[in-house]
């Protein structure tokens, strides 16, 4: 199994871009997909730099629906017009930061090949989509500045049941894939353990812990307990980026150490 992080938040490989936003590139043994298309077009172009052949995808899994894993979905349709489309059905009503949209570009709702799903997905004996993450452990505490539009127009707190993680199974390894972790890691962890039994043995996502204003000593309570609560999942490794920001990145790696790893845009993973 092959994982390139197309874009995220931080430079990596010499020639790539980067932004606010997440693109994962992943080859299995019967698949070439995406999770994400980050907030522009320039994963398109990281993958050309790269020698990625994006019309080779068949698969794109959108994780929430937010711009900023959604801005580049309509470039990959152009470049891979076959490729089928997963997103949870409420993935495409309006979203709001304060009064800022960021929610999807209405044009994939249009998308032939689009696939509006209501809760968990077995796409097939490597693909698994679910959703129903109803925990509130350690909930981010900046998804209370985000918001979702009611049919009058009235916003309120948005739960998140728009969000899905991925799950990709293959030779004995299962490797969780979450785009921002809204309903949070470990809600996202305790929902795995319910479908599947166990532990993943890899888990690649954003924790959503990036703040413009200084932590609180609650919030960095609330990282340092997370962190300290990931350690108990002994056998898996957790790889991080684009959402969850380089100060509490950092202060995980305390606690976990090299089972903790940080995305840059245009690198592989070493899995």
């Not at 197309?6 to 010499?14: D, F, M, R, S, Y």
């Not at 728009?162 to 299962?174: A, D, I, M, R």
């Not at 490797?175 to 949070?184: N, T, V």
């Amino acid at each position: 199994m092959r994982i390139v992080t197309l874009i995220e938040n931080t430079p990596g490989a010499p020639g790539c871009a980067h932004e606010h936003g997440l693109s994962l590139y992943i080859e299995t043994g019967h698949h070439t997909l995406l999770l994400d298309t980050g907030a522009t077009g320039a994963f398109a172009d990281n993958a050309a730099a790269l020698g990625l052949d994006l019309s080779r995808v068949d698969t794109v899994v959108l994780s929430h629906g937010h711009y900023d894993h959604a801005g580049g979905l309509l470039r990959l349709v152009e470049l891979a017009p076959g490729a089928a489309v997963y997103m949870q059905r409420g993935a495409g009503r309006d979203f709001y930061h304060g009064d800022r949209y960021i929610g999807i570009d209405k044009a994939i709702l249009g998308l032939p090949r689009l696939h509006l799903l209501d809760g968990d997905c077995r796409l097939d004996d490597e693909l698994f989509l679910f959703a129903g993450i109803t925990g509130r452990r350690f909930w981010p505490r900046s998804n209370l500045e985000l918001r979702v539009a009611e049919p009058d127009g009235h916003l309120v707190q948005d739960d998140f049941s728009h969000e899905q993680c991925l799950v990709l199974s293959q030779n004995g390894q299962h490797i969780l894939l979450s785009g921002c972790a809204h309903s949070g890691i470990l809600n996202i962890l305790d929902r795995y353990r319910e479908l599947f039994g166990d532990d993943p043995d890899v888990v690649i996502s954003g924790f959503h812990m990036k703040k413009a204003d200084p932590y609180t000593d609650a919030e960095w309570q609330t990282i340092e307990k997370t962190g300290r609560a990931l350690q108990g999942y002994r056998h898996t490794r957790f790889f991080t980026g684009h959402c969850t920001g380089r100060p509490a990145q950092e202060r995980l790696q305390e606690i976990l150490g090299d089972r903790l790893r940080p995305l840059h845009s245009g690198e592989a993973l070493d899995l």
